[in-house]
């Protein structure tokens, strides 16, 4: 596997690449990896000859207070968990490198981002599209995969792509979840070992809700209220949103189409989130 932490050394690789005529997808990260990225990098080996996966804790979509500083980075084992999945090429970029002295560009999705973590965490939703346009630049990928617990930058990102006429493939990846349903998550590593049990109701109100909806129950508001009892129930948690929307558009949703349980807790210290669609797959 390459490593490449130098913006023209990876800009030579992808053009030879491109010389041997060969596809290349992307899957960018923040590192500390587990199954749950994994997964992604084999998924994405299923779209393209060579995988490329970034790893860069990206400073814009973090707001003040947050995690940024204390985000949990293990690169050595990062490394070697992306060459045993089939990863062609490492990116690891700087920040100064990603945002040169003085920049003032951003890209923004406008719409989309505007309910669940994009009224919640002010200005996120505009790094993440920023950097992620930028990579989407540099490694000029023909495919770019994007685990689905991260539902809303799943379509925010699928829609700056469309928007910006870029010709990307962006794909979604299903949700890794430990055997107790706990979604992976790289901040699943804050939690004690009883915060890591109370984590648990996030899980259990996405699948009571899923229950209610198999039943019959199409009401959005009675489905927000099921999803709800369990967390509501834990000492340990505090709800920041639970909301059932429109799957496609986040809009108000309706019953005849499918809609998505969205959800962000904080349990102990961090913010987890999780989601769940009812009437339909979404996988790319
Ligand atoms: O999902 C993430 O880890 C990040 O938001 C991403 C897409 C790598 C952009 O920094």
């Excluded at 770019?144 to 829609?159: E, N, S, T």
């Excluded at 019953?255 to 969205?262: G, K, S």
């Excluded at 807790?265 to 996988?283: C, H, Q, S, T, W």
């Amino acid at each position: 596997m390459h490593v490449f932490r130098d913006i023209e050394e990876l800009r030579d690789w992808r053009r030879s690449a491109a010389l041997a005529g060969r596809t290349v997808a992307l899957v960018p990260t923040m590192g500390y990896l587990h199954e749950g990225h994994l997964s992604l990098c084999r998924i994405a080996a299923t779209h393209a000859d060579c995988v490329v996966a970034s790893i860069f804790v990206n400073p814009t979509q973090f707001g003040p207070g947050e995690d940024l500083d204390s985000y949990p980075r293990d690169e050595g084992s990062d490394l070697v968990k992306l060459a045993e999945n089939g990863v062609h090429c490492a990116f690891l970029p700087t920040a100064d490198m990603m945002y040169p002295t003085g920049y003032e560009t951003f890209v923004e999705v406008q719409g989309l981002t505007a309910p669940l973590c994009g009224a919640s965490r002010p200005g996120h939703f505009r790094g993440v599209t920023t950097v992620v346009c930028k990579l989407f630049h540099l490694v000029e990928p023909q495919v770019a995969v994007f685990g689905l617990k991260d539902y809303q930058q799943f379509l925010v990102i699928r829609k700056m792509a469309g928007d910006l006429l870029m010709d990307i493939r962006v794909v979604g990846g299903p949700i890794v979840r430990a055997p107790d349903g706990l979604a992976l998550s790289s901040r699943n590593a804050y939690l004690s070992h009883r915060g890591r049990k109370a984590a648990t109701v996030l899980y259990r109100g996405l699948a009571a809700a899923r229950e209610a909806y198999r039943g019959g129950e199409r009401d959005p508001g009675a489905l927000r209220a099921v999803a709800l009892e369990p967390i509501l129930a834990e000492p340990l948690a505090r709800v920041d949103y639970v909301e059932v929307l429109d799957a496609e558009t986040l809009a108000e949703p309706s019953a005849e189409r499918p809609m998505v349980v969205a959800m962000a807790v904080f349990v102990e210290k961090p913010r987890l989130i999780d989601n769940m669609v009812l009437g339909a797959a979404l996988a790319e």
